[in-house]
């Protein structure tokens, strides 16, 4: 089982709300990441976890927050976000990466984030 | 920084071979990965090369790596309309931390 699932598929939010999307694997992969993707863009990396450890924030604003409860779940807080954040958030996993050596990531289909 | 470039269309007819380059600048001995995304969707590996090897194929692709000039091509035989798509390249990020950089990506149209 190759499956990486995102809940949910779509989402509408205010700028005051506060929502989170959910990410969940069962591959045993212990490496997970954050994209986001805007129209017609490659996917750019947010965040990356490593054993539910934070190992790369690529300067994120505070707005998103993520958060690694368990290996097979990655979660991403949002809270007070902006009309630019719409985008599709897409979440990966992977086997940790070895010092010169990059696993192949397997990627949930996306969430769709609307900011109104 | 990296930097990873592929031109960003091609269009081919149906049956055709179609080809797509990407050039990088990093130089890390590791994979180097093609996915693919259809229209809302998101990435599906595709296919890899280790940066040892100059060629792969798996079925109707063909993978070719000249790791000289940082130059790797994706090579799809037999194109059919559901190759259309856009086809990202991913070699190594910086760093250890298993992150990818992807290039633009190449939107691959197929006419019947």
């Known amino acids: ?116 | 920084g990296e930097d990873v470039e592929q031109s960003l269309f091609l269009s081919v007819r149906e049956g055709d071979s179609s080809v797509i380059n990407c050039t990088y600048t990093d130089s890390s001995s590791t994979y180097l990965y093609w996915y693919k995304q259809e229209p809302g969707a998101g990435l599906q590996l595709l296919t890899y090369i280790f940066s040892n090897m100059d060629m792969k194929q798996d079925q109707r692709l063909t993978v070719l790596l000249n790791k000289k000039d940082k130059h790797l091509s994706l090579r799809i035989a037999d194109t059919q309309t559901g190759d259309s798509a856009i086809y990202f390249c991913a070699p190594p990020g910086r760093g250890s931390q298993g992150n990818l950089i992807f290039g633009k990506g190449t939107k691959l149209s197929v006419k019947p």
């Not at chain 1, 990396?45 to 604003?61: A, H, T, W």
């Not at chain 1, 958060?67 to 807080?77: D, F, M, V």
């Not at chain 1, 958030?89 to 397997?106: D, F, I, M």
């Open chain 1, 1 to 116: 089982d190759t499956e990486v699932t995102q809940t949910p598929k779509h989402l509408v939010m205010g700028m005051t709300n506060k929502k989170s999307l959910k990410c969940e694997q069962h591959m045993g992969h212990r490496a997970m990441y954050w994209y986001k993707q805007k129209a017609k863009k490659p996917p750019e990396l947010m965040f990356v976890y490593s054993y539910e450890k934070l190992s790369i924030n690529e300067s994120v604003p505070s707005r998103f927050s993520p958060e690694c409860p368990n290996s097979s779940l990655l979660n991403l807080h949002l809270h007070a976000l902006q009309p630019e954040d719409s985008a599709l958030y897409l979440c990966a996993s992977s086997q940790v990466a070895q010092t010169g050596l990059n696993y192949e990531q397997y990627f949930g289909p996306g969430t769709r984030l609307t900011v109104t």
